[in-house]
Each structure stands twice: as C-alpha cells, then as structure tokens.
C-alpha cells in the first residue's frame, strides 16, 4: 500500500524518481524499489519523506486520508 502513496506525493510534487532519490542521497534503483514496495523502508527515510512533502507519517503509512502534516507543539 505504501507504494501507492509514495508514487502519488511524487508526482503530485511533479518529481522524478532520480529527484527524490538524490534529495535524500540515495541511488535511484532504491528508492524505487521503495516505491514500487520491493523493499522496505527505514522509518528514518520515512520521517525524511513525510517533512519533504509537508506531510505525517500516518498519511504515508495510510492511517490517515488527511495529507496535513500534525501541527508542532
């Protein structure tokens, strides 16, 4: 499921793969098998992709339908 989402912020943010990739340092070929869910996904580059794309966690794990990132105390 989380592939899904990941692909939709991207081209939502109108990304290539290569963009995102290089945006947190990693090869292209493993951030799309993050993607495309070949592998799994550290939570540390989880937490980097939900404060790229303004985001929660929660939304990209689907346990949330809201894309507003949770308000900092």
Known sequence: ??????????ISAG???????NAFGLKT?????????VH???VKVILNIADFY??????????TDDSKPYPIN
Do not use: C, F, H
């Open 1 to 10: 499921m989380m592939k899904t989402r990941l692909k939709d912020l991207r």
């Open 15 to 21: 990304l290539t793969q290569k963009e995102v990739a």
């Open 29 to 37: 070929v493993t951030y799309s098998r993050y993607e495309n869910g």
């Open 40 to 42: 799994k996904i550290p």
């Open 54 to 63: 303004d985001t929660s966690v929660d939304y990209i794990l689907y346990r």
